[in-house]
């Protein structure tokens, strides 16, 4: 294969979160590429990604845009669409929002990594946007209609989908009509480590959306009494520690080398949201601690359920979205506890490692540069 020349699209670079582990990795695998994307905040993501040259979009100068850049959605299709992709060969987009309908050279080929479909304006536009009013609702209703219209409109520019689970890949099905690989995302396995130190506390580990459903897992252990640390920040930070009691503490995120330690010492993590995959998961179980989960989304590729002592699994889930349930499944989780096998959940988290990833990434755009060239 002849050396290519390659782009890296992402929606946003405004924080190291798991799409932008995902775009270290690339990185990594394509250290000449240069990145586009809609904004960039200087120091907010891993020199791994700094270091490449970043073309913004012209949102970049939009006022008061690192507050409030999300605000600026129905503009985002406009400024992906104005990037001038020249000379490229191969074209990586990097999608939870726009970036797939970037628009490339007919030559060029354009893989797309999707993390997902845009949720909100697909089957969370009511966790989103449901509490609009009256006089904002018809408003948000046109422009996430126009929204919908552009999303499967640019599905024809995307030579070949990659999914980062099933669950996504059901998804791409549905919204795009376009079947899609499945390539898990990758996990740097090696950070973590089982510890022989034991904590007292459960892990709540997100941003702070409103399809994360923390809000029932602080409700649950409001009335559990149970200790919880909850790692992460967002737009419904003062409504959730409003309604957490003296049991729960607040971290904010924390420094990723912290991450390890708080992994290895707690008890489990609690997942109450439905994440299309979910790296936290993997990480705690790299770290050789268990998983309590809402038995739905990513999650149920990469736990594997209790069943008894002698097939213990990684993880134990509930069924509901709910104060009562997330309760129920803790309390299970207690009387099981031990048994759990650390080195057999670490096991299992390195079916994800990144070295994984590479491998079968590398594999598809051979694949696929491999087809085009019989086609020429």
């Given at each position: 294969?002849?050396?290519?020349?390659?782009a890296?699209?992402?929606?946003?670079?405004t924080?190291?979160?798991?799409?932008?582990?995902?775009?270290?990795?690339?990185?990594?695998?394509?250290?000449d590429?240069?990145?586009?994307?809609?904004?960039?905040?200087?120091?907010?993501?891993?020199?791994?990604?700094?270091?490449?040259?970043?073309?913004?979009?012209?949102?970049q100068?939009?006022?008061?845009?690192?507050r409030?850049?999300?605000?600026?959605?129905?503009?985002?299709?406009?400024?992906?669409?104005?990037?001038?992709?020249e000379?490229?060969?191969?074209?990586i987009?990097?999608?939870?929002?726009?970036?797939?309908?970037?628009?490339?050279?007919?030559?060029?080929?354009?893989?797309?990594?999707?993390?997902?479909?845009?949720?909100?304006?697909?089957?969370?536009?009511?966790?989103?946007?449901?509490g609009?009013?009256w006089?904002?609702?018809?408003?948000?209703?046109?422009?996430?209609?126009?929204?919908?219209?552009?999303?499967?409109?640019?599905?024809?520019?995307?030579?070949?989908?990659?999914?980062i689970?099933?669950?996504?890949?059901?998804r791409?099905?549905?919204?795009?009509?376009?079947?899609?690989?499945?390539?898990?995302?990758?996990?740097?396995?090696?950070?973590?480590?089982?510890?022989?130190?034991?904590?007292?506390?459960?892990?709540?580990?997100?941003?702070?959306?409103?399809?994360?459903?923390?809000?029932?897992?602080?409700?649950?252990?409001?009335?559990?009494?149970?200790?919880?640390?909850?790692?992460?920040?967002?737009?419904?930070?003062?409504?959730?520690?409003?309604?957490?009691?003296?049991?729960?503490?607040f971290?904010?995120?924390?420094?990723?080398?912290?991450?390890?330690?708080?992994?290895?010492?707690?008890?489990?993590?609690v997942?109450?949201?439905?994440?299309?995959?979910?790296?936290?998961?993997?990480?705690?179980?790299?770290?050789?601690?268990?998983?309590?989960?809402y038995?739905?989304?990513?999650?149920?590729?990469?736990?594997?359920?209790?069943?008894?002592?002698?097939?213990?699994?990684?993880?134990?889930?509930?069924?509901?979205?709910?104060?009562?349930?997330?309760?129920?499944?803790?309390?299970?989780?207690?009387?099981?506890?031990?048994?759990?096998?650390?080195?057999?959940?670490?096991?299992?988290?390195?079916?994800?490692d990144?070295?994984?990833?590479?491998?079968?990434?590398?594999?598809?755009?051979?694949?696929?540069?491999?087809r085009?060239?019989?086609?020429?």
């Amino acid at each position: 294969m002849k050396r290519l020349k390659v782009a890296l699209i992402h929606d946003w670079l405004t924080g190291m979160r798991g799409g932008e582990k995902v775009l270290e990795q690339l990185c990594h695998l394509f250290p000449d590429a240069e990145i586009y994307t809609l904004f960039h905040f200087e120091g907010s993501v891993s020199q791994s990604i700094e270091r490449h040259r970043i073309k913004t979009s012209f949102l970049q100068k939009f006022p008061f845009v690192k507050r409030y850049y999300r605000s600026y959605l129905p503009l985002f299709p406009a400024a992906i669409e104005a990037f001038k992709l020249e000379g490229y060969d191969l074209v990586i987009s990097t999608s939870h929002c726009v970036a797939k309908g970037i628009i490339p050279n007919p030559e060029a080929l354009h893989i797309s990594y999707c993390f997902t479909p845009m949720r909100y304006i697909w089957d969370r536009r009511f966790d989103y946007f449901g509490g609009a009013g009256w006089i904002k609702g018809p408003v948000v209703g046109l422009v996430l209609h126009y929204l919908r219209i552009w999303d499967t409109g640019s599905v024809g520019r995307t030579t070949r989908f990659v999914a980062i689970s099933e669950f996504v890949r059901q998804r791409i099905r549905s919204y795009y009509a376009r079947d899609a690989a499945v390539i898990y995302p990758p996990v740097d396995c090696d950070r973590f480590f089982p510890s022989e130190r034991g904590g007292d506390y459960y892990l709540l580990i997100s941003a702070f959306a409103p399809y994360k459903k923390m809000d029932q897992a602080i409700l649950a252990f409001n009335r559990l009494g149970r200790r919880l640390l909850v790692v992460g920040s967002g737009q419904a930070e003062k409504r959730l520690k409003a309604l957490a009691e003296k049991n729960i503490e607040f971290l904010g995120w924390v420094d990723e080398a912290e991450l390890p330690d708080l992994y290895a010492r707690c008890r489990a993590l609690v997942f109450p949201g439905v994440e299309d995959f979910g790296l936290v998961p993997v990480e705690v179980q790299a770290a050789g601690r268990p998983v309590i989960a809402y038995g739905k989304g990513g999650v149920v590729e990469s736990v594997i359920p209790y069943v008894d002592k002698t097939h213990p699994g990684t993880g134990v889930f509930f069924k509901e979205q709910t104060p009562s349930a997330i309760m129920e499944a803790v309390e299970a989780f207690e009387k099981i506890e031990d048994h759990f096998d650390p080195t057999r959940m670490r096991e299992n988290a390195l079916r994800f490692d990144k070295g994984r990833f590479t491998k079968e990434f590398m594999s598809l755009i051979h694949d696929v540069t491999d087809r085009q060239d019989r086609l020429q």
